[in-house]
Nanobody, 117 residues
Framework: QVQLVESGGGLVQPGGSLRLSCAASGYNSRFDRMGWYRQLPGNMRALIATITVGGGINYADSVKGRFTISTHDTENAVQLQMNSLKSEDTGVYLC???????????WGQGTQVTVSS
């Protein structure tokens, strides 16, 4: 069973930094795409950043220049370095892994990020 486990969330003041990490277990192939979304009301999710196995990166306009996504060369893991955090970045951040082999997307349980003074 594929599981994604996120870590690194917490409370930070505006202008501060956090680093989120996500590791996948139970998936024995290389991911096709991993990334981060933020949970929205109504069971919706907002794209934050994604990275493909080939290194292609996509960021939401709201985080460009502040967030950096990276992955591990040999492990199914992804990190999100978040700098210059703003109050509007607050939310539950979900890790995702897309598998073309399985034709499905896997989701983590999420980690809370709170930006507040």
């Amino acid at each position: 069973q594929v599981q994604l486990v996120e870590s690194g969330g917490g409370l930070v003041q505006p202008g501060g930094s956090l680093r989120l990490s996500c590791a996948a277990s139970g998936y024995n192939s290389r991911f096709d795409r991993m990334g981060w979304y933020r949970q929205l009301p109504g069971n919706m999710r907002a794209l934050i950043a994604t990275i493909t196995v080939g290194g292609g990166i996509n960021y939401a306009d709201s985080v460009k220049g502040r967030f950096t996504i990276s992955t591990h060369d040999t492990e199914n893991a992804v990190q999100l370095q978040m700098n210059s955090l703003k109050s509007e970045d607050t939310g539950v951040y979900l890790c995702t892994l897309y598998s073309a082999l399985h034709q499905r997307t896997y989701w983590g349980q999420g980690t809370q990020v709170t930006v507040s003074s």
